[in-house]
């Protein structure tokens, strides 16, 4: 234990007096935090809107008024040509155009049924589906609001009866009733920023001893290897709990996330959690002989468990094959505890199979990192 506590407090003092370092560990997390929960998201604002209004009445101004009003659209053009329309789209200067029929209104009125037209620049599908479903919702709201506004009252039928009102399904959102899409996100993005500190300057920092020379010296020394590569994790542990904590409060004080799950939970699932990121680290050390070698490997590795993770598309939506691929990722799993904890609140007893999961794998790349490091000199 002596020697642990020596070669900890070298191991800090190392760290600290790295200006660099202390910048990756405490500026850029909070600069990624605040731009990311800000940047990262599939919300559309501000979608380009080109009008094609063929019918000139009041119900067809009033229903491209709700869809500007919405804060969704931005009227870029307008006129009756369609095919200028479609130029203007080919040209990219509009995202969605919106074609009005001519007896929009008359149709309405006489119940008969009618359609209006969306078209989508879809060259980026995400945001071309939600597009469409902002319109979609916004011109089913307003027709059938003018539609009950212009017809004239249902008479009652032969016989006594009624006419059938009708059937409109009422919608609910638990957890996030205002579908606030970057409480969504945050929690990934949290993750994100741990598994930087955690998997990328743990490589680097053993990297780093190998090309100063200095990591030859520690091997000729009866430092005990369990020793030294206890020493070169814990502080690194330590400080990305620094980091969760720096993300969160800003989350909080800055973003308002809520938080209705036990944050003791997360701090614990984020301790299983960095036995994986630390045990990757350590494992690119061992392959890596330079800085240069540590960093393109940990992008290489991040991205992928970036884009299987969940964080930005859902995983279900990937082909099976890619699902069973990404149950082996510990950032999908971090995450998808992260998102159940702050946002729906879920306790201990919710997410016990994503801890039993991190745990497993923490313990098993932690083991391999442990097993492939040798204490010689190279």
């Not at 910048?23 to 990624?32: E, G, N």
Request: a positive charge.
């Amino acid at each position: 234990m002596r020697t642990l506590r020596f070669l900890l407090r070298k191991e800090f003092l190392q760290l600290f007096r790295d200006r660099l370092v202390l910048v990756m560990l405490f500026v850029m997390p909070i600069a990624q935090l605040l731009l990311m929960a800000n940047a990262a998201t599939f919300e559309v604002r501000d979608a380009r809107l080109y009008i094609v209004d063929m019918d000139h009445s009041t119900t067809s101004r009033g229903l491209v008024e709700h869809l500007l009003a919405s804060g969704r659209f931005v009227a870029r053009g307008s006129s009756e040509s369609m095919s200028l329309a479609d130029a203007s789209m080919n040209r990219r200067e509009v995202d969605a155009i919106l074609g009005i029929p001519r007896g929009l209104e008359q149709d309405i009125v006489a119940g008969r049924p009618t359609a209006v037209q969306v078209v989508l620049n879809a060259e980026d599908g995400a945001a071309a589906g939600v597009t469409q479903s902002y319109a979609a919702q916004i011109v089913d709201t307003y027709v059938r609001d003018a539609g009950a506004r212009l017809r004239p009252p249902t008479r009652a039928l032969a016989g006594g009866g009624a006419a059938a009102a009708p059937i409109e399904m009422a919608r609910s959102a638990w957890y996030n009733p205002e579908l606030v899409y970057r409480d969504f996100m945050i929690p990934g993005v949290l993750v994100v920023l741990v598994t930087i500190v955690g998997t990328l300057l743990t490589a680097l920092n053993i990297v780093r001893e190998k090309e100063a020379g200095t990591l030859d010296q520690l091997n000729v020394t009866p430092i005990g290897k369990a020793t030294f590569i206890a020493a070169k994790l814990i502080p690194l542990w330590l400080l990305s709990f620094v980091v969760l904590s720096m993300g969160l409060g800003i989350a909080r004080i800055v973003f308002d996330l809520p938080m209705r799950g036990s944050i003791l939970v997360v701090f614990f699932a984020a301790a299983l959690y960095l036995l994986g990121a630390l045990g990757i680290g350590l494992w690119i050390s061992t392959m890596a002989e330079t800085q240069q070698q540590a960093l393109f490997v940990s992008y290489s590795i991040m991205l992928v468990y970036l884009l299987m993770s969940g964080l930005f598309t859902p995983v279900r939506s990937m082909p099976i094959w890619a699902q069973w691929i990404a149950q082996v990722s510990p950032v999908m799993h971090f995450t998808a505890l992260m998102r159940a904890v702050l946002i729906k609140g879920a306790v201990v007893a919710d997410v016990q199979r994503e801890l039993i999961l991190l745990a497993t794998i923490g313990a098993c790349v932690l083991a391999l990192g442990v097993w492939r490091y040798r204490k010689r000199a190279n």
